[in-house]
């Protein structure tokens, strides 16, 4: 036994998943009867803690089409040249030539050194695949838009650059002819890097200018965040006024490609859209516009996640977020899923609504560890100092099944949202006219009373469109 095996269980005894692994003839495929067809891939996770969970990754790869044939997972602390401690390691590369394996799934980040270490352990041919590539497999899939693929490239980009600078570093030590040839491909790297980030830099600002028209015209920006597969597509069809075919931009009137709005796609598959779907919605008697938005996943690296800028900054940007959190989940799990989102998120320009999805699944003692899971997140950042807590408010426990708490629910977002009043009146002729006129198709009348030769009108709705129906009843005024 190596010393890396040694300290494979240094705080507790071995759990089953890793007795398991621990036997390099037993492997999961065995015992495991989901294993689909597809391209044969062991799975390896390591974990500090508590043992390795690998039914997220799993279900992740099943989803990019490998079945998993085995897995070997470890708790120890990191290894600096494979991540996993030696032995196991080697115990991975017996398991991938004994079951046939064409990929190495890792559950984790793997450095390029790490990378390059592993791929040189395990049989020839065999894909070293961690988790941030793996994502980005799926993603490839899921890209459907300007926006999207010009995300995907700058992420991919950035995944690829510190691995390609390895790739040529360990050339470079072995033949120094072959420098000069993989400085120019890290360089070609950089400048597409650049290009991107400029490409992507245009669609946020087209994005902004959107937001803005859209204020304009009396819509509250509402968006719609959380972990992939939390139920964030489902509750937005709900919400929604319309769920228009692909290509029908009555709902938005998109002028760019880049925004055009897609379906309200609602599926178990991971990432079934890289767009942003905007939708009309009415919700608490507001006119907003709802915008559904890729799912968070733990793991990824900030570089990936800073990738897809306009997918953050619609969360960011809105009037008010609604966290769409899965109920249904384990407390561990709700609690880890909940703080990839909210670190991810990082700052809101609007209150957050945390939104206790899938609540018809579970009874009041399971939906209370929900609760209690999601303070202990909160907590956890807090103490963290992490700016997204201060834009929290009181989480809400809805089910899209039987309309439970969707009541509750757009109360609170008319709360959240940003109001104003005022009473205005002014001379009952055209121009008082046209400005109660354009006040309606805004939406913001709460009553109209004509006296005589005047109109007097309340408003109610965005400060920013109540103040220019004030300038608009002012102007009716003036002589």
Sequence with gaps: MSRDDATTNETAEPSETDSQAADPDRTSAETDPTAADGTPAVVAARADGEPPDTTEIRELAAAAGYAVVGEVTQRRREDPTYDLGRGKAEELMRLAAETGAEAVIYDGSLSPGQTFSLGDLLPPGTAVIDRPRLVLELFADA???????????????????????????RDASEDVRLQPEGDSRVLDVEKRIESAERALAEIADDRAERRAERRDAGFDLVALAGYTNAGKSTLARRLADDTEAPGDESATKPSDPADRDGPLAVADRPFETLSTTTRRATVGGRRALLTDTVGFLDGLPH????????????????????????????????????????????????????????????GADRLAAAVESYE???????????????????????????????????????????????????PNGGAAQAALSWAYDREIVADVDYGGETVAVDLAGRPDVVAEAERRFADARSP
Aim: proline share 6%; glycine share 4%; hydrophobic share 50%.
């Design 376 to 426: 202990a997140a909160v907590a956890d950042l807090d103490a963290r100092k992490a700016p997204v807590v201060d834009a929290l408010r009181s989480p809400i426990p809805v089910s899209v099944r039987d309309g439970t708490g969707l009541a509750d629910l757009a109360d609170a977002v008319a709360g959240a949202l940003p109001t104003a009043t005022a009473s205005v009146s002014a």
């Design 143 to 169: 890209a459907d838009s300007r926006a999207a693929d010009r995300q995907l490239e700058l992420a991919r980009l950035r995944y690829e650059l510190p691995r390609l600078r390895e790739a040529v570093a």
């Design 303 to 362: 570089e990936a996640v800073r990738s897809f800028r306009t997918t953050v900054d619609a969360v960011r940007g809105a009037d008010c977020a609604l966290l769409v959190v899965d109920a249904s989940d384990e407390p561990a799990v709700l609690r880890r899923k909940l703080t990839a989102s909210l670190s991810a998120i990082e700052a809101t320009d609007g209150p957050v609504i945390p939104v206790l999805s899938k609540a018809d699944e579970i």
